[in-house]
Every structure is written in C-alpha cells, then in structure tokens.
C-alpha cells in the first residue's frame, strides 16, 4: 500500500516538476524584461519553443558518434530523478530512501558529464570551450556547496532531505540562525553559478565568446534540443526548491494527502516565487563577469560556506 | 579447501615463472604458457579468498626454512583475505587482457621474460598480503619490489625507462629501509617477529616509540602507496611500463602500502595517538586534491592516470585516517564505517584503474602513441574499448550509480558523522576534508570528461589515430569483466557489504555491515536510516524507468520528422577539420590559470617573421608548470647526498690492502666489544 502511495507521489511530483520548470524560466525572462522597461516575451514563450522544437527535424553533426544522441536522454531524465529526491510540496520526498542531498550533487553532475562530452562530441571549437568552461566553474563552485550542505546536515543529523525537512517543523524561525543565513548566501551563489546565470553565464547570449552552456549545446536541434532545453530549466527549478525548501521549510505538508498538497503548494509556489525576484534583481544589478573573475565569486562562496560551519558550534 | 587452492594458485604462479625462462623463445608459448598458467593461478587464488572470506575461518601455515629466525608463514585472516581477492580478480582479467595485448611483443620482445616477472610479481604480491611474520614479509616486499622494477625497465632500450626505473628503484628501497627499521623496533618492543606477537602486544606500545613506529611505517608504506610528497617516482615509473604491467602497478602495487598501513596502523599499533590519525587524514586530502590537480595537467594519457593513482590513494587514506581518529576517540562503530569506506575505496580504485590503464593499453595498441593531442576519433574506430573506458571513467568519477560514488558516498557520510565526535576545534577537519573531497572528485570528473573526449570524441587528429583498430577479443574480454565489476559493486553494494565485517571486527572492534544496509537491503544507510540512505540500484532503476518521459518526447510525429546527418556548424570556413577542434590543453587551460599559484605556469612564445612582427611565418609555444617537490625537496637532498658521497670517496682509494685494513679493525673492534660485554 505504501509502495502504491509512494508511486503516486512520485509521479504526481514529477508531473509538477514538468509543468512549472518551463514556467520559472519564462517568469524570470519576463520579470527581467519588465525591470529593462522592456516588453519581453509572453511568460509562456518556454511552453512554446518546447513545443515547437519537439516538432522538428534535427540534424545530427557527422562527426559526432553515439554519444551525442545519449546525452539529451541521460541531462533530461538526472534532472527529473534529482526532483524525486527533494521535498516539493511534502516535507517527504517520494524516493529519498533512493538518496538525500548527495545523490542530488552527483546525479546533476552526472548529467553535466555527459553534457561536457556531447559539448566535445560534435568537434566544435565551441563544443569544447563551453565544456572545458562548464566543468571549470562547476568544479570550483563545488566546495561551497558541499560546506552549505554538510551545515544544514549537521543541523538536521542527516543528509537525508525529507530528515532535513522534518527537522525544521516546529523551528520556523530557524532561518535566522547566523549558520542558515551564512550557508543560504553560499547556496545562493552556487545557485548562479550551477543554473548559469549573470554574472557568472548570460543564458540570452547566442554566438557570443563569453557563452558557457550555450556553446556546449550550439549542435543540438530539434526534440533533443527540447530535452537538453526542458531539462536545464529542470535542474534551474529543482536547484532553486532544494535552497527553498532547505532553508525555509515552511508550509509543507506532513503528508500526501489532497489539502495538505494543495496548501503546500501554495506555499511553494510563494516561496519559488521570492526566489525567482532574487534572482531577477541579481541579474539586473549585475553585468557579467569575465570567465576569470568567477573563481573570486565562488571563493565569497567558499567562505561565507566556512563561517557557516563554524558558526554551527559557536552560536 | 582452502589451503588446496592457495598452494595450488601459488604453485601455477611458479609454473608460469619457469615457463617463461625455459619456453622456445620466439614462438607463441610464452605468452600462451605464462598468461595461461597465471590466470590459472589467479583463478585458483581468487576461490582460496572467496571461501575464506565466506567462511571466516583463519587458515595459517607453516614451512619451515630450515635457517634460524625464517619461517615461511602463511595466514589467510579476513583482511589477507580481502586483498587476495582484490589482487586475484585483477590477476585474471589482465593475463586475459595480456593474451592478446603480449601478441605485439612477440617479434621483438623477449616475451618470456616479462611473463617470467608477471608470475614472480604475482606470487609475491599474494606473499606480501599473507605473510605471517616480519621476516618473511620483508624478503616477500623485496621480491615484489625488485620484480616490479624488472618489469618497469622492460623497455630498457630507452633512456626515459631507464631513468624512471632507477628513480622507482631507489625509492622503492628508502621506504623499505623505513620499513626494515620500524619492524626491528617493533621487534625490539614485543619481543618476536610474529605478527600475531604484534597484535596481541600492542597495548604496550605508548609513547614516542609508539610515534617512531607510526612515522617510520606511514614513510615506508607511504612511498609504495605514492602519497604527496613521497609520490614523486609513480608517475614517471607507471607510465613506461607496458600496460599490463601499468594496470597491475596502479591497480594493486601500490595497494601494497594500503594493505601494510591497514594492518600496522590498527592492528599493530594499539591505541593510536590521535595526531597520528590528524596527519594521516590531511595527507590523504593534499594527496588527492594535488594528485588530481597534477593529473589535470597532463596530456600523456598513461601519466594522467597515475596522477589519479596518487588522488585515490588520497581518498582512500581520508577514510583510514578519520578510522584511526575514531579509535582514539572512543567511536568503534564509526572507525568501522570510515574504515569500510577506505578498504571498498581500495577494491574499488583496484578495478577501475586497472580498466582505464588497460584501455590506454588498448589506445596504445591501436594508434600507437601516448600523446591525446594525437588522439580523437576513436570511439568509431575502437568502439568497445571507448565503451569499457567510459565505464571506467565514470566510476573512477565517482558518479553514480557505479562503484566509486559508492565508495565516496561512505566515506563523505563518516566525515560528516566525525563532526560530532568531538568538541574540540578538530571537528572543523571534517567537514574541510569534506568539501576538498568534493572538489577533487568534480577535479577528477573535468579531467576525465578531458581524459575521454579528447582521446575518443570528435575527429582524429593525427594519422595515427586515424587508421587505429580495435583490440582482439582477448583484450576486450579482459576490459569487459572490470567493466561489469564496476557496474556489479555499485548496484550489488549492499551484497557486498559483509565482507567487511570479519574485517572491521578485528581492526576497529564493531561489526556494522548490518547498521549500514536498510530497506531489507535496497539501500545503503549511514549508520542509520535517519543519518541518511541512498540506492545505487534504485536510482539506476528509477533511470530506467523515468527513460520512458523522453521516450514518448520522442516518439511525437517520429514519422513526419526528419532526422539528417551534416556537417558540424563552422562558422563559415571551409570545412572542419582537426585542427579546429579544442585541444587537451586548451580544456585544462582555465584551471592552469585559477591555479597558476600552485602551478607557477612559465611559457615561451618564439615567432619568426621577414618583414613585419605581424605576420609571422612560424610561431613555436612552449608551456611548462614547475614541479615543486622535485625542485624544492628532493634536489636539496639529492645534493646533500652527493656531498657525502664525495667525503667518502676519501676511504674508497681503490687499494685493496686499505680495504683488508678495514675489515680487519672493525673485526677488531667488534671483538672487543663483545669481550667488554
């Protein structure tokens, strides 16, 4: 009984998962546009390019091998399973028996493996230069995160996400605590730099030198451009639940039952949305940076993640 | 049963030795005699372990040497146990590999000989996993040490071989001079050279000849383990050798210091002090996080697999390390969890290595060079050997579902764990440790994603590369098996897990293998369900299943859509040709420039030209990164020997009557000192 609640969870998760990721990435572009006193594309625009590339065409580079056309499915699905492992709306993720916050690190990097190589695949000096870039930023944003992770798993006792959840209930002022704050500021410019974002990567740039992701993806057409498309935007949304959700575990539902769902999701849905104008408001205040600028970025990162975890003890 | 099995493995290694001295030379029974006789012997030695291990019975034998002191002690515990199944599983798949790859030796190599190493390496390196006392240990070191010196110089024709076999050499024999003299101390202390003497006499040992014995052992295993900064020969040794023999150096060689620190650091040294556990975890993170930030650096294919050797060796001691700060700490069952985490490390590291080392064989093989920038394009020429290295590298990665996220996940649970060990500001270690884990293990996914893309992906960029073929059957049957071995102990890790048990009960006094196993074995857990729980073959299942969602993405109008095969995109030039693609060094060249402090990066730009600066016929660029424990550490003493050396030259005079004079005053001399006493 329990297997066949879990299902349902499951799926009813993914499918929310699947709905709004494009939505984020179109609320974001518009919400800039607005701010650039510019129109923008409708908020919908994402739905539609979906839509639009799933119905093409694709042409396949003739040098690329076999590897190119597994790297759409293998970015896609880690993404998806990444959204299983983290509470959305219930403070009980449908499959953390399968992996708490450290599946969710190397599953996303998994995909970003195979992204990297499908970037080299097709023989592109683009391909290559977003690769080498990709696996560059993500490796050195990779301490601060693991120093924010292990503060909010030492506070909780567990690595497990639906543990971490639980363990806030009761402690809604929790956030406040100097080692929360710290280690949100260090998650936050992990964020920026893992979901590509100014100043680390312009995800508008097309053909730019500056490009990261773009270049990497610059061979892909058609429905596995959908996949690659649908599935970073995804990663954007799960990455910006598990800062959400971690950090201000507020309004999840003890349970998957109809109005505790429907109440979480308000909730979610408010909080996703505050994330979003941070993200918005940080992208306007910022210009991008030069490639060799991010590394001082994500030491403020490294740091503020330090001082999290020696504030643990101290305070 | 057992014992059957293990005399007759060791037996067939001997076979096999003498088969290649006296085989016809230049005819096929070398390799078919040595190759088939040892994977006859690791066959036989691989049931000796597993029925040990599954029994947990601890066979010890006996055979007299028939000279006072020297016995030549076998004892299969669960720990030898462990090692010989590491050591016999790789035994096997490289003398399959070795069947095929050894056919290229034939015309000009005497390949009788190398079989004839291949067997003594083998049986020695079964003999250094069960020997019983420290005598017979250290004539087994010996032998291992000298045949893996024969085998490194195999191609001695050539003065870089030369030069690495002599700097393996020497420094093979500095750490076995720490080892020599670490055992007469322990000797000294307990009274016996038996192990078991040492085991149970440990708790004697305190003080600074506890600290004496601990630097000595962690000095002398250390240099056959390539820990920083006694590293500096593996590099230079792995790469040369042929790649059955770099496979077996990196594969389980080196694991030799791994198993000699296993067994003197817990079992031996009582209780040890916790500075002791404090140096062995921060060794191990700066050997990772620099072995990977080195190995980035390199675009010889078989060298940059060494440096990982040196990373994982690194991983492995941050959970040997955390183990012995447990112990001393008074946390058994945690010791338990970090030491699992290194030993599965240890297993782990063995059988992807191997693979990657015998798919650069491969590579070698096919398009005969060493050199990535020359490679590319191989994954259509040589399509099972890319698949087999891409299984290694994503292992060796630690993604999952494979067998290194595994090994990696267990040992970031018990660094997280020791943060509540203590009180102390020590705990900070932890969590540092930690996150300079994750970084060398997303430095290790960028240098593999180089590692694998330049060398298969894309277009061939010599000529070399291009007419590349694919290995025989052999060689591919040989990769295959680690390959699956890598899939098998990530899905089945909660199978594998009591292994461990019989183990950890001796070197860390708790079982645990059954805290660790949750959901009725679905899932592996931290200790505690609560602390945190992941399922490799879970996840791997959920992929299969969720593969369904871009399935049906695809499947929409699949009739009406086009899918054609073009040219790659080139901005308009006319054609794309090799030499537009991104290069091995041009992917690692932004984190030369984030590192450039520890790199110290020099480079030289030489452009010819007639007329104007600007338009140069022939541009030459070299770029060169300093190696710092060659120039700061090892030339000083390198000098200082050299100096002491030549002082000595002044009673080496060449005269054969000034050299009876010596030998009969210091016979003089000792006369009078055993009279006096």
Redesign the interface.
């Known amino acids: 009984m329990t297997a066949i609640r879990t299902a349902l969870a499951a799926v009813m998760q993914?499918l929310l998962f699947?709905a709004i990721a494009p939505l984020v990435t179109g609320a974001i572009r518009t919400m800039k546009a607005r701010l650039q006193t510019r129109r923008g594309p409708a908020i919908w625009q994402p739905y539609r390019d979906i839509h639009k590339l799933?119905?093409?065409?694709?042409?396949?580079?003739?040098?690329?091998?076999?590897?190119f056309s597994v790297t759409?499915?293998v970015v896609?699905?880690?993404a998806?399973?990444v959204g299983?492992l983290i509470p959305m709306v219930a403070t009980h993720a449908p499959?953390?028996?399968?992996?708490?916050?450290?599946?969710v690190?190397?599953?996303l990097?998994?995909g970003?493996?195979f992204l990297?190589?499908g970037g080299?695949?097709?023989?592109?000096?683009f391909?290559?230069?977003g690769?080498?870039?990709e696996?560059?930023i993500?490796?050195?944003a990779?301490?601060?995160?693991?120093?924010a992770i292990?503060?909010v798993?030492?506070s909780a006792?567990?690595?497990?996400l639906s543990?971490v959840a639980k363990s806030a209930i009761g402690q809604s002022w929790r956030f406040l605590a100097p080692s929360q704050m710290l280690a949100f500021g260090a998650m936050f410019i992990v964020l920026i730099a893992e979901t590509g974002r100014i100043p680390v990567d312009n995800p508008a740039t097309h053909l730019e030198l500056t490009m990261i992701h773009e270049a990497m993806i610059?061979?892909y057409s058609?429905?596995y451009l959908?996949?690659i498309e649908w599935g970073a935007s995804l990663k954007q949304l799960v990455l910006m639940t598990l800062l959400v959700n971690t950090f201000f575990p507020f309004g999840l539902s003890s349970a998957w039952t109809a109005p505790g769902v429907a109440a979480g999701l308000g909730y979610y849905l408010v909080k996703l949305f505050a994330i979003c104008c941070a993200v918005v408001l940080v992208e306007n205040a910022n210009a991008k940076m030069r490639?060799?600028r991010v590394?001082d970025l994500l030491a403020v990162a490294?740091v503020l993640?330090?001082l999290a975890?020696?504030s643990t003890?101290l305070f | 049963m057992i014992d059957r099995a293990f005399f007759g493995g060791l037996l067939a290694y001997g076979a096999g030795a003498v088969a290649g001295l006296i085989a016809p030379r230049r005819s096929v029974w070398p390799r078919v005699l040595c190759c088939g006789l040892a994977l006859f012997g690791g066959l036989l030695e691989l049931c000796a372990s597993i029925l040990s291990l599954a029994s947990g019975a601890h066979a010890h034998w006996e055979i007299p040497a028939g000279v006072p002191f020297l016995a030549y002690g076998f004892r299969l515990d669960a720990l030898s146990s462990y090692f010989i199944l590491i050591l016999s599983l790789l035994a096997v798949t490289i003398s399959i590999y070795s069947l095929g790859y050894l056919r290229a030796f034939e015309e000009k190599k005497t390949v009788g000989l190398l079989g004839f190493f291949y067997n003594v390496l083998l049986a020695s390196l079964t003999a250094v996993f069960t020997a019983s006392n420290a005598f017979f240990f250290l004539i087994a070191w010996e032998a291992m040490a000298l045949s893996s010196y024969c085998l490194v110089s195999f191609h001695h024709r050539e003065e870089s071989t030369r030069s690495a076999g002599v700097l393996y050499f020497v420094m093979s024999h500095a750490g076995t001079g720490c080892l020599l003299a670490g055992f007469l101390l322990l000797s000294a202390r307990v009274g016996s050279l038996e192990f078991s003497d040492f085991a149970s006499g440990r708790a004697e040992l305190t003080g600074p000849w506890q600290a004496a014995i601990f630097l000595l052992f962690f000095a002398g295993f250390g240099v056959k383990a390539g820990i920083i900064p006694l590293h500096i020969w593996l590099p230079e040794a792995h790469p040369v050798a042929p790649s059955n023999i770099s496979a077996l150096m990196s594969g389980i060689v080196i694991k030799c210091g791994i198993y000699g620190m296993a067994r003197v650091f817990f079992e031996f040294l009582g209780m040890p002090p916790l500075w002791a556990g404090i140096t062995v975890l921060i060794v191990g993170v700066v050997s990772a996080l620099l072995g990977v930030l080195y190995a980035l650096m390199e675009h010889d294919l078989k060298r940059l697999l060494a440096y990982h050797s040196i990373e994982n060796i690194g991983i492995i001691l941050i959970g040997f390390g955390s183990a012995m700060m447990f112990i001393t700490l008074g946390y058994h069952r945690l010791a338990a969890l970090a030491l699992i985490a290194g030993l599965y490390h240890t297993m782990n590291h063995a059988i992807f290595k191997c693979l990657l080392f015998l798919g650069a064989g491969s590579v070698l093989h096919g398009a005969h060079t060493r050199n990535m920038e020359e490679m590319g394009g191989l994954i259509g020429r040589m399509p099972r050997t890319a698949f087999c290295f891409l299984v290694g590298a994503i292992a060796i990665s630690g993604l999952p579902p494979l067998n290194g996220f595994v090994s990696e996940w267990l040992t970031y649970q018990a660094l997280l764990a020791g943060f509540g060990t203590t009180e102390s500001l020590t705990r900070v270690l932890f969590p540092v440790a930690g996150a300079l884990l994750a970084l060398t293990a997303a430095l290790a996914a960028t240098c593999f994603v180089k590692a694998f893309g330049i060398t298969f992906l894309a277009l061939p960029r010599s000529e070399k590369a291009e007419r590349a073929r694919e290995s025989d059957s052999f060689m591919v049957t040989g990769m295959a098996i680690l390959a699956v071995a890598c899939v098998a102990l990530g899905l089945g890790a909660t199978l594998f897990l009591p292994v461990f048990d019989g183990i950890t009960a001796r070197l860390a006094g708790a079982q645990v293998s059954g805290d660790l196993i949750a959901a009725g074995g679905l899932a592996l857990s931290a200790g505690s369900a609560r602390g945190g729980t992941v399922s490799p073959a879970g996840l791997a299942a959920t992929f299969v299943i969720l593969s369904v969602i871009p399935g049906l993405l695809l499947a929409v109008r699949r009739s009406k859509r086009k899918r054609v095969t073009g040219p790659t995109w080139d901005c308009g030039l006319p054609g794309l040709t090799s030499e537009n693609e991104y290069t091995a060094f041009a992917f690692s060249k932004p984190l030369r420039m984030i590192f450039a402090a520890l790199y110290q990066p020099r480079r030289e730009i030489q452009a010819e030209y007639e007329v104007s600066p600007y338009y140069p016929k022939a541009i030459r660029f070299d770029s060169e990164i300093e190696s710092p424990f060659e120039e700061r550490l090892y030339v000083p003493v390198q000098r200082v020997v050299l100096a002491l050396a030549r002082r000595m030259r002044a009673i080496q005079a060449g005269s054969i009557h000034a050299y009876l004079a010596y030998i009969f005053v210091t016979l003089i001399v000792l006369l009078l000192y055993g009279v006096r006493s």
């Open positions: 993914l699947l799933l119905q093409k065409g694709m042409v396949i580079p003739d040098t690329a091998s076999w590897l759409p499915w896609f699905i880690t998806a399973m299983l499959l953390s028996l399968f992996g708490g916050v450290l599946a690190v190397y599953l990097a998994l970003r493996f990297a190589l080299l695949d097709a023989g592109t000096p391909g290559g230069l690769s080498s870039r696996m560059t993500s490796a050195i990779e301490p601060a995160m693991m120093l292990f503060t798993a030492i006792n567990s690595t497990n543990e610059l061979e058609g429905p959908a996949l490639l060799f590394p490294f993640g330090t975890l020696i003890f």
